[in-house]
């Protein structure tokens, strides 16, 4: 069974640092590109980053560039999401998915991250 | 890099069809086929359940359709169940390895 669990969640002062991180599993994660999408409290999903299997080429919503950075270790099955500089508007639950963007498939559950002081 | 645009709800009864429409501009959904859309059930995971505008991901019911024209694309359900309320997103690429998602609309079925 393909599946995709999200961790590192949790409460930040704004200014402040998390780091996401996404455990795969049941299918070649080194084949796929995989991205973020976040979900602010009530709102719609908005696509944060995606990056392709070589983990070199990536690509970040403008909203976040400069202060998130998305990584992957191929050996590990995990996908990673540095955020930095966190402000409230960055709260939000943020998704794991299979996918570049022409399609997402499948999400994790999402983990919460909350940007209050 | 703005938002595309759902309607906020649509409803019908059990048995009809329904239509969701995504409008965005020549440089979204107009300018490639790739959109996407997406249905979520409260406090879960977002689902694929069209991809490349018409294309269905096996397992999701061939109830579920997609099209496009022009700028704006549309997911159909037919033969509504109570089981497709849920919350609607399409998705489609903006350019400059961008993605784009809709506001989401509500399905509420009668």
């Known amino acids: 069974e393909v599946q995709l669990v999200e961790s590192g969640g949790g409460l930040v002062q704004p200014g402040g640092s998390l780091r996401l991180s996404c455990a795969a599993s049941?299918?070649?994660?080194?084949?796929?590109?995989m991205s973020w999408v976040r979900q602010a409290p009530g709102k719609g999903l908005e696509w944060v980053a995606n990056?392709?299997?070589?983990?070199?080429?990536?690509y970040y919503v403008d909203s976040v560039k400069g202060r998130f950075t998305i990584s992957r270790d191929n050996a590990r099955n995990s996908l990673y999401l540095q955020m930095n500089s966190l402000r409230a508007e960055d709260t939000a639950v943020y998704y794991c998915?299979?996918?570049?963007?022409?399609?997402?498939?499948?999400w994790g559950q999402g983990t919460l991250v909350t940007v209050s002081s | 890099q703005s938002a595309l645009t759902q309607p906020r709800s649509v409803s019908g009864s059990p048995g009809q069809s329904v239509t969701i429409s995504c409008t965005g501009t020549?440089?979204?959904?107009?300018?490639?086929?790739?959109v996407s859309w997406y249905q979520q059930h409260p406090g879960k995971a977002p689902k694929l359940m069209i991809y490349?505008?018409?294309k269905r991901p096996s397992g999701v019911p061939d109830r579920f359709s997609g099209s496009k024209s022009g700028n704006t694309a549309s997911l159909t359900i037919s033969g509504l169940q109570a089981e497709d309320e849920a919350d609607y997103y399409c998705?489609?690429?903006?350019?400059?390895?961008?993605?784009?998602f809709g506001g989401g609309t509500k399905l509420t079925v009668l």
């Open positions: 998915a299979r996918g570049s963007g022409q399609w997402f498939d499948p």
């Open positions: 049941g299918f070649t994660f080194s084949s796929y590109w």
């Open positions: 990056m392709k299997q070589d983990g070199i080429e990536k």
């Open positions: 020549s440089s979204d959904v107009g300018g490639y086929n790739y």
């Open positions: 490349d505008v018409s």
């Open positions: 998705c489609s690429y903006a350019g400059s390895f961008f993605w784009v």
